[in-house]
């Protein structure tokens, strides 16, 4: 049997993926979960992106750090993500926010850590993945890792290369000849821009490798800073510059999925970033790729029977098109267009439904329109009910639109009950 020559590199590694965060920029699709708890695809979870990325690339050391209305994502992650061999040392460990050190609950990603150091005395890890569990793309950690230790970096983040317009959304960085950052800033107001690219910069993902040692004293430190925000890109990594050997690694070579050979990542921190990363994938052939056995994303599947689609006669025929139904569905006599229907989505006849992501267990009546619409989970469409049609007439009504003309319906607005944790 041929060892995987990048195998000492993952055994060595723990990762801890942050996802305590609320994503107010979502609205009403956080009132009631984390953002990593966030629907997704038809079938997924946002966490699941990065859970699946760990898994396939041989880092199976994982803890999930937790604060922000986390009842739902805790659940998932124990139901769902429970398959790993315990008897192997591999586990996804959940870590709610506890209190460990002091009375304060999480005040920034680094603090997010340091208040779990302890789990490393446990773990006694060569090194440190940290990794938000909110964005959508495919990465081979192992490869960013093994490039970390061929390099004798102290720490490694990984950046990808953004348009200029977009970049103060993140934290950006200079490199020299060899990739070591030069300098770094927490989304500034004028981002520096790439000398052979000047219309895009050099953003973090917010994906770092950290040398334990250097972890655990660099958190401690700032930990006693009553200056600092805790946070790793607006303090921890920009202090680190001068002292430390700090290298930038390009997302291109451990991106397992590119579209004409630019690497798939998307922030799906908005109600329309949402939409269109689910649009995405309605296309003939997805810019993402999910069907692919060798890298596949994984989650907790119901049990549910196959998606039906009901009435074929002329003029109330049952069927989607450009679309993805999933589980559990039923398509009775209406037509879906370019729409993504989450398990257990029932359609009554006569109804229309474009453009729109309709997330899990919602019922849709008779001749129902929606156009650009999300739709979330538990919601009761009644007969005739439109939206997506006026963005005038929805803002009236109470219902989110947003300056793309998407618009956002969930339970509340409908005057129906409040949402169930599942």
Not at 11 to 27: E, S
Not at 97 to 121: F, M, P
Not at 284 to 312: G, H, M
Not at 405 to 421: A, D, F, S, Y
Request: hydrophobic content about 40%; proline content about 5%; overall charge negative.
């Amino acid at each position: 049997m041929r060892l995987d020559p990048k195998a000492h590199v993952t055994d060595g590694t723990y990762t801890f993926v942050l996802a305590g965060g609320r994503g107010c920029r979502l609205h009403q699709l956080t009132d009631w979960r984390a953002k990593p708890a966030v629907p997704f695809a038809g079938n997924l979870k946002i966490i699941d992106f990065a859970l699946s990325n760990c898994v396939n690339s041989g880092v199976r050391h994982i803890g999930v750090l937790t604060q922000y209305k986390a009842q739902s994502l805790i659940r998932h992650i124990e139901r769902g993500w429970g398959f790993l061999a315990a008897s192997l040392g591999e586990y996804v460990d959940v870590m709610p926010a506890q209190q460990q050190n002091g009375e304060s609950w999480y005040s920034g990603t680094a603090n997010a850590v340091y208040q779990n150091l302890r789990i490393l005395d446990e773990a006694r890890p060569d090194r440190v993945l940290i990794l938000g569990g909110d964005h959508i793309y495919k990465m081979d950690y192992s490869i960013m890792l093994a490039e970390h230790v061929d390099r004798g970096s102290e720490v490694t983040v990984a950046c990808l290369e953004v348009p200029i317009e977009h970049a103060s959304e993140f934290g950006v960085m200079s490199v020299d000849a060899e990739q070591r950052i030069v300098a770094f800033t927490e989304k500034p107001v004028h981002p520096a821009a790439l000398s052979h690219r000047p219309t895009h910069a050099l953003a973090s993902m917010g994906i770092y490798i950290f040398e334990t040692e250097l972890l655990v004293s660099e958190l401690t430190r700032d930990a006693g800073d009553p200056n600092s925000n805790h946070d790793f890109g607006k303090d921890i990594i920009p202090s680190l510059l001068a002292r430390h050997r700090v290298f930038a690694h390009g997302f291109a070579a451990s991106c397992v999925n590119t579209v004409n050979t630019t690497p798939y990542w998307r922030d799906v921190g908005t109600v329309d970033a949402y939409w269109e990363a689910n649009m995405d994938l309605t296309a003939v052939v997805p810019e993402l790729n999910l069907y692919d056995d060798a890298w596949p994303i994984l989650s907790l599947q119901r049990q549910l029977p196959p998606a039906k689609f009901v009435v074929d006669d002329e003029g109330r025929r049952g069927g989607a098109y450009n679309s993805l139904a999933s589980s559990g569905c039923i398509v009775s006599g209406a037509s879906v267009q370019q729409s993504i229907l989450f398990s257990k989505v029932t359609i009554g006849k006569g109804s229309l439904i474009e453009d729109s992501v309709v997330l899990p267990d919602v019922r849709i009546g008779k001749e129902v329109r929606l156009r650009r619409t999300i739709v979330d989970k538990h919601c009761c469409l009644p007969d005739g009910f439109e939206a997506g049609l006026d963005a005038a007439h929805d803002h009236k009504r109470g219902f989110h639109v947003t300056k793309n003309g998407v618009t956002l319906i969930v339970p509340e607005m409908l005057g129906q009950r409040t949402h169930r944790i599942l």
